[in-house]
């Protein structure tokens, strides 16, 4: 009895403090922008996967955010220095929304970098938007982070392509460079990311003259796709579109080469794991490609520059999250800049207003959606290893 | 010359079922228990063989006895714990613990090493690849196939030619009879499950070679396709299991050929429906009348 008296108790003290941070919450946001720029430094939020079960990705978009923060830092920004105030939101959606808004009414930043995966910086984009201040995502690749149903997320923001991008380069790079007049589609229908790159590949392929000769789909955990895989081939396609995740690409290529079938395969970056060569072997990965955001060897000055730095700081070869974050950190300064004052609303317009800024990704210009136009690159495996192929411009 | 490849890959498919699904139809056949634990038992084979080869450094057919063997002592362990003492109970309660210790051996797995899957090494067996008028067949389904048709043959020597599948025989016609006449029937439906693990052990070995994958929840669906094919065939009979294993595997393959493909498991299992509607005694059972 007493324990439920004192839950009750604790119960209505946090309701209080809730609607009290609420208050505090929406003056800070209508005065923030006068109190920030009177400090010596700009914070900047970052919540990301320290741990859990995406801390990899988060981890590795921290590392290059940090990084670039450091070199922007040896400057200033018109003699002032950025912060990084960092929340770990363990790789969950809730926690996400909670830290999202500690930093926005507690620590009052200026913008938040938002998560490397797409459930979690879902959860923050209505914060954002409550909230008016700029939420830039380092590597989430969902459309409807920035556009949902038609609906513009004017505070939302990211550094990365978003996934349907990814099949329109995939068939740029089929019609283009292989030759492929007919390519085969094979797509996760259980993914509405296999489906969307899918859709985008099948729409710039018949665009450039192509032809679809077989739309096949399988599901997750799915093991046996030898009659597909049959079928695939008596349609002699040219060139096969496989956008899916790394355990089923892997076991599908495998089978495709046991079944003599020898054509080139194209996914995007839901092939960029380990795992993949693992369980297809390195033999059954000659002839694919892929589509991802950079390669640590592209020759590029820029982004060798970068790799050399961040080896330098971290002993080891940045991924492509690495990379957008550091990229991110470039891309939020760069507008920080541009805005004068460094307030929430001045950085939001300077973020949309962005036109041919120079990152390690690419040049980077924005579509009507807040969604990057840039340049991907095409990694082919070689020996099991990825090796950069060529870039291909939008 | 695409209907022979399809063929070739349904009987590939239709072997690891026909493995597993003869487990399923030997152990209902002597206890009248759905051991739905029996997918997670070709799971534990499959993982077995795969520590074999990778930390032990076995070879193929060493790993394949090694997973039969493990498999055959956890098959009795399984018995012995969970079954036995439930002989005499309902057949729902037997069925709902068999669920239960489904679930305990995934989920344990899962605590003890992670969900992760593990991807079988590809130099197991030499990769060849055989073109016969046009079919690609791989050297490893051939391999794959003997196998299996070897261990089927094993079973039906045991079976019919040896004491213990007499034993077994005369159990499943009538334990109390059999009972009566002296045989012992615990040791004899402790060595049913033993044979019928080890065979899903072998399957295990089997299916990690063939895709390579495997993972904790991998023995679920198989599992349950094995059932079907084990219904298919007959449950209860021994070479209904083989061709109901065999059959499953080649429909499935037809309906992805005819563009299908995720249609597939709902086929599998509208076959059941089908089968217990029209034919529940399967394709090879005799219908027997309910002894009263």
């Not at chain 1, 899916?244 to 046991?258: D, F, H, S």
């Not at chain 2, 499935?252 to 597939?264: D, I, N, P, T």
Request: hydrophobic share 45%; with cysteine; net charge neutral.
């Amino acid at each position: 009895m007493k324990k439920k008296k004192l839950a009750g108790v604790f119960l209505s003290l946090s309701l209080v403090a809730g609607v009290l941070a609420g208050c505090g919450d929406s003056k800070t946001s209508s005065s923030g922008g006068g109190s920030s720029d009177s400090g010596e430094t700009i914070k900047i939020g970052a919540n990301l996967e320290l741990s859990g079960g995406t801390a990899s990705f988060g981890q590795s978009a921290a590392d290059g955010l940090k990084l670039a923060i450091d070199e922007i830092n040896k400057e200033g920004i018109d003699g002032k220095k950025l912060e990084i105030v960092k929340v770990d939101n363990k790789s969950d959606a809730a926690e996400a929304t909670s830290g999202s808004i500690k930093l926005v009414s507690q620590d009052k930043v200026v913008a938040v970098v938002g998560s490397a995966t797409s459930t979690n910086t879902l959860a923050q984009v209505q914060v954002a938007q409550d909230n008016k201040v700029p939420l830039l995502t380092p590597t989430a690749t969902n459309p409807d982070i920035t556009n949902k149903a038609g609906k513009l997320n004017d505070y939302v923001f990211r550094t990365c392509f978003i996934d349907p991008f990814q099949g329109t380069v995939a068939a740029n790079f089929a019609s283009d460079e292989i030759g492929a007049k007919t390519a085969a589609i094979y797509v996760d229908s259980a993914s509405d990311y296999s489906k969307g790159l899918a859709a985008a590949f099948k729409e710039a392929f018949t665009a450039k003259g192509g032809k679809i000769v077989a739309e096949e789909a399988y599901v997750t955990k799915d093991t046996d796709f030898r009659s597909t895989l049959t079928r695939i081939k008596s349609a002699k396609p040219e060139f096969v579109f496989l956008p899916g995740y790394y355990e089923e690409v892997g076991l599908i290529l495998k089978q495709a080469r046991e079944d003599g079938i020898d054509l080139p395969f194209m996914g995007g970056d839901g092939w960029d794991s380990p795992k993949v060569v693992e369980i297809a072997g390195a033999e059954a990965l000659k002839n694919t490609y892929i589509t991802n955001h950079y390669s640590p060897e592209d020759e590029d000055a820029k982004i060798q520059d970068f790799v050399a730095a961040f080896k330098k700081e971290y002993k080891k070869t940045p991924d492509a999250f690495a990379a957008l974050g550091y990229d991110t950190g470039y891309y939020l300064a760069d507008a920080i800049k541009r805005s004068g004052d460094a307030s929430p609303e001045k950085i939001r317009q300077a973020l949309e207003d962005v036109k041919d800024l120079q990152l390690v990704s690419g040049t980077l210009n924005l579509d009507e959606n807040h969604d990057p136009i840039k340049s991907a690159t095409i990694l082919e495996y070689v020996d099991g290893k990825q090796t950069f192929k060529t870039k291909i411009n939008p | 010359m695409e209907l022979i490849q399809q063929l070739v890959n349904g009987v590939s498919l239709g072997s690891i079922y026909a493995l597993i699904a003869l487990g399923y139809t030997m152990v209902y056949g002597i206890v009248k228990l759905i051991n739905f634990a029996h997918g997670d038992v070709f799971m534990v084979g499959s993982f077995v063989g795969f520590y074999a080869i990778t930390v032990m450094d076995l070879s193929f057919i060493p790993a394949l006895l090694l997973s039969m063997v493990t498999c055959a002592i956890f098959g009795v362990l399984i018995e012995r714990i969970a079954y036995k003492p439930l002989r005499n109970a309902t057949r729902i309660a037997a069925l709902i613990t068999a669920i239960g210790v489904s679930l305990l051996i995934e989920n344990g797995l899962i605590y003890v090493r992670g969900a992760q899957p593990e991807a079988y090494p590809n130099n197991v067996l030499p990769m060849d690849k055989l073109d016969i008028f046009g079919v690609s067949i791989s050297s490893q389904s051939i391999l794959i196939l003997s196998v299996s048709i070897i261990l089927m043959i094993i079973l039906q020597f045991v079976v019919h030619k040896t004491k213990i599948g007499k034993a077994m025989r005369a159990v499943s016609f009538d334990s109390e009879a059999a009972k009566l006449m002296g045989i012992n029937v615990n040791n004899t439906i402790s060595a049913t499950f033993a044979i019928g693990s080890a065979l899903a052990g072998a399957a295990g070995v089997i299916f990690g070679i063939y895709y390579i994958k495997i993972e904790p929840l991998m023995g679920v669906l198989p599992g349950l396709k094995a059932f079907v094919a084990a219904v298919l065939g007959g449950i209860g009979i021994i070479p209904g299991a083989m061709v109901g294993g065999l059959l499953l595997g080649i429909i499935e393959a037809l309906v992805s050929a005819a563009g299908y493909s995720l249609w597939r498991d709902g086929v599998a299992f509208i076959v059941l429906i089908f089968i217990l509607i029209f034919l529940p005694q399967g394709l090879f059972g005799k219908n027997r009348r309910e002894k009263v």
